[in-house]
């Protein structure tokens, strides 16, 4: 199958581009830009101007800020099947973080011309983006609120307590104690001490291939999480 076909089948699947006719939809796929980042490569800068909207088919990535010193503080990580730089081609403004392959990663740069063409004549899909980005920006507000008031072990085990799946967290090749640290705002001898004391009060069990939760009640108190 052609890649064009492939993308064709993927928006044809948008929430945002529901009930736009097969034209519109086959003319996106046909000026869309295919292209394949090996782990490491920056997909675009802070601070670039970035005229596509990118649509991530297969891969990881991670969008972070950087200080002066080197430091970083990763916003979110973006998995197979979404949709990212909304602000960056909306709004027509320099990108407001880095984007990371964090393994190799196919992804579809699709024009901002594009894009507007589609938002001029079905206002329902520029609602539908902009709800994406509202939830988006709902993630960066409790993002800042948790470096803000919570510690680095009640971040952590929140972290857990959202991605585990019956318990369990399969662990990437890159999903490193570095790159958890770099999520959680703080540096990763903390956070291995956070790891240490977690696993010694028997809630957590960690190895290179998982990290599981033992005690799921005892992580919640950890996280301040208040229940029902």
């Known amino acids: 199958m052609a890649q064009t076909e492939v993308l064709l089948k993927r928006l044809q699947a948008f929430e945002f581009l529901r009930g736009l006719d097969e034209e519109t939809l086959e003319k996106m796929a046909k000026h869309s830009t295919w292209k394949v980042f090996a782990a490491g490569t920056v997909i675009f800068w802070e601070g670039d101007t970035e005229s596509n909207l990118y649509y991530l088919q297969y891969g990881s ?12 503080q990763v916003l979110r990580f973006i998995g197979a099947g979404e949709i990212f730089n909304e602000v960056g081609v909306l709004a027509n403004r320099p990108n407001p973080a880095t984007a990371v392959a964090l393994e190799e990663s196919g992804i579809w740069l699709i024009p901002r011309k594009l894009l507007e063409e589609v938002i001029l004549a079905h206002p329902q899909a520029a609602m539908r983006i902009i709800e994406n980005m509202a939830d988006k920006i709902i993630g960066l507000v409790s993002l800042a609120a948790d470096l803000t008031l919570k510690s680095v072990e009640a971040r952590f ?10 318990g369990v967290i399969e662990r990437r090749r890159w999903t490193t104690q570095t790159e958890m640290a770099s999520h959680l705002g703080t540096v990763p001898d903390v956070l291995g001490r956070v790891i240490r004391e977690l696993t010694k009060a028997g809630l957590i069990e960690m190895d290179k291939n998982q990290i599981r939760i033992l005690d799921r009640e005892g992580l919640t108190k950890r996280a301040m999480i208040q229940g029902k």
Not at 61 to 72: A, F, Q, T
């Open 61 to 72: 990535l991670k969008v972070l800020k950087s200080s002066g010193d080197g430091r970083e």
């Open 157 to 166: 085990a929140n972290l857990l307590l959202e991605q585990a799946e019956e």
